[in-house]
């Protein structure tokens, strides 16, 4: 073994323990590398989040066998109830679950240490480390009142939308989030029956954005406000505020304004940036890959990325174990190619962001999908991925739409 190998700590240090990170620790550590995941929480630890899982999301889990365990643990439900500016709804069938983040990372972490992957926090990263040639080779923390180095073959930073982590990485491109996100949990046992799928609203009141209402059983609801804007433009300086909008919510949305009103908080609501469409930051350099929200893996429009992180932290997984042996440059282009695979239907998610920002169409499609079963049979394809959501918002998917079918 070369003396250089001899002083590493791990041969790949994993530096974030959400979906993305834990996924991809799991998987090495199933590969037998070996594997630290480290995090800056103490878990399990809250993470402010809207809690779906969407099909893409049960799918990565069935790949790290835990999809049987977590719906188990989840609140299942069959349908989005998708709520229109003038007051159309329509149920879009679809295979759901809502499980709070601070439950659903705790069960990944546990299944990457389970499989063999070792486990430090909290860690607080400050800086990545470097060999003779610049090959990045592992990071220093604060741990505490002191700093610890921590050496590795590969370093994979799955540290979700922090922009911060990106810059001390040297591979943000784009400091400003995407979206920003506010939600809650309140208790309302009595609203159970009066909610049972997840909903989303569209409102012209919501200024470009959407509220949402997902059970996650035991009369516990996840409540909250996002708005996301169009890729490479800056935020704007109106952007609205999240606690006005959440306001604004509770105006024009009944459920939304029962459960503020008649239900008991769980704790505060907290807001979260949003980094999305697979851009804003370096997938790779020399030694590093970069993973999950901190790749930008959040879908633009809706705003879910928990399946998307566990995909991207598979992919990281994949790459490192089949080219374990090979040079940074093989390694890092196998990489950009297997998100540069997924990059169309980000691409589609970021054209169906005209629904955030044009409401009318939101009533459109709401209205044809109430009386065309083939219509709504395409929203229930964007869910499980079948159908390419910017087709719907391209002017020739919403002539389609128009048109008299099934």
Same mark, same amino acid.
């Given at each position: #073994?070369?003396?250089?190998?001899?002083?590493?700590?791990?041969?790949?240090?994993?530096?974030?323990?959400?979906?993305?990170?834990?996924?991809?620790?799991? #998987? =090495?550590?199933?590969? *037998?590398?070996?594997?630290?995941?480290?995090?800056?929480?103490?878990?399990?630890?809250?993470?402010?989040?809207?809690?779906?899982?969407?099909?893409?999301?049960?799918?990565?889990?069935?790949?790290? *066998?835990?999809?049987?365990?977590?719906?188990?643990?989840?609140?299942?439900?069959?349908?989005?109830?998708?709520?229109?500016?003038? @007051?159309?709804?329509?149920?879009?069938?679809?295979?759901?679950?809502?499980?709070?983040?601070?439950?659903?990372?705790?069960? =990944?972490?546990?299944?990457?240490?389970?499989?063999?992957?070792?486990?430090?926090?909290?860690?607080?990263?400050?800086?990545?480390?470097?060999d003779a040639d610049g090959r990045v080779a592992g990071a220093r923390f604060r741990e505490g009142e002191s700093t610890r180095e921590l050496r590795a073959?590969?370093?994979?930073?799955?540290?979700?939308?922090?922009?911060?982590?990106?810059?001390?990485? $040297?591979?943000? &491109?784009?400091?400003? +989030?995407? $979206? #920003?996100?506010?939600?809650?949990?309140?208790?309302?046992? $009595? #609203?159970?029956?009066?909610?049972? *799928?997840?909903?989303?609203?569209?409102?012209?009141?919501?200024?470009?954005?959407?509220?949402?209402?997902?059970?996650?059983?035991? @009369?516990?609801?996840?409540? @909250?406000?996002?708005? =996301?804007?169009?890729?490479?433009?800056?935020?704007?300086?109106?952007?609205?505020?999240?606690?006005?909008?959440?306001?604004?919510?509770?105006?024009?949305? &009944?459920?939304?304004?029962?459960?503020?009103?008649?239900?008991?908080?769980?704790? &505060?609501?907290?807001?979260?940036?949003?980094?999305?469409s697979l851009a804003g930051a370096r997938f790779a350099r020399p030694g590093l890959l970069v993973t999950g929200e901190a790749a930008g893996s959040t879908?633009?429009?809706?705003?879910?990325?928990?399946?998307?992180?566990? &995909?991207?932290?598979?992919a990281a997984a994949q790459v490192l174990t089949h080219g374990r042996r090979g040079s940074d440059e093989e390694v890092s282009a196998t990489y950009q190619?297997?998100?540069?695979?997924?990059?169309?239907?980000?691409?589609?998610?970021?054209?169906?962001?005209?629904?955030?920002?044009? +409401?009318?169409?939101?009533?459109?499609?709401?209205?044809?999908?109430?009386?065309?079963?083939?219509?709504?049979?395409?929203?229930?394809?964007?869910?499980?991925?079948?159908?390419?959501?910017?087709?719907?918002?391209?002017?020739?998917?919403?002539?389609?739409?128009?048109?008299?079918?099934?």
């Open positions: #073994m070369p003396a250089a190998a001899a002083t590493r700590d791990c041969e790949v240090l994993v530096i974030g323990a959400g979906p993305a990170g834990s996924a991809c620790a799991q #998987m =090495l550590a199933r590969a *037998g590398l070996d594997v630290l995941l480290c995090d800056r929480h103490v878990f399990p630890r809250d993470k402010v989040c809207g809690d779906g899982l969407i099909p893409d999301a049960h799918q990565a889990l069935a790949c790290l *066998g835990l999809a049987d365990a977590v719906l188990a643990r989840a609140a299942c439900a069959t349908r989005v109830e998708c709520f229109a500016p003038r @007051g159309g709804q329509v149920a879009v069938p679809a295979q759901l679950a809502v499980l709070p983040r601070r439950e659903l990372d705790e069960m =990944l972490r546990q299944a990457a240490l389970a499989a063999g992957a070792r486990w430090l926090a909290p860690l607080r990263f400050e800086a990545l480390l470097h073959r590969w370093t994979v930073l799955a540290t979700g939308a922090d922009a911060r982590a990106l810059e001390l990485a $040297g591979v943000c &491109e784009r400091r400003a +989030p995407s $979206g #920003m996100a506010l939600r809650g949990y309140v208790r309302h046992p $009595g #609203m159970g029956a009066a909610i049972g *799928g997840l909903q989303v609203v569209w409102h012209r009141a919501l200024q470009g954005g959407y509220g949402w209402i997902f059970p996650a059983g035991g @009369g516990r609801f996840n409540l @909250g406000v996002g708005y =996301l804007h169009r890729q490479g433009a800056e935020v704007p300086q109106h952007a609205p505020k999240l606690r006005q909008l959440l306001d604004a919510f509770a105006q024009v949305h &009944e459920p939304a304004r029962e459960l503020m009103q008649g239900g008991a908080p769980a704790g &505060e609501f907290k807001g979260a940036p949003l980094r999305c879908y633009l429009f809706t705003g879910e990325g928990i399946g998307k992180a566990m &995909e991207s932290g598979l190619a297997a998100l540069a695979a997924l990059q169309p239907r980000f691409a589609a998610y970021e054209l169906a962001n005209r629904f955030n920002e044009h +409401p009318w169409m939101v009533d459109f499609v709401t209205w044809r999908a109430r009386r065309s079963p083939a219509v709504l049979a395409r929203l229930a394809g964007v869910l499980d991925e079948s159908q390419d959501p910017g087709r719907l918002a391209s002017a020739q998917g919403l002539l389609r739409i128009l048109l008299p079918m099934g």
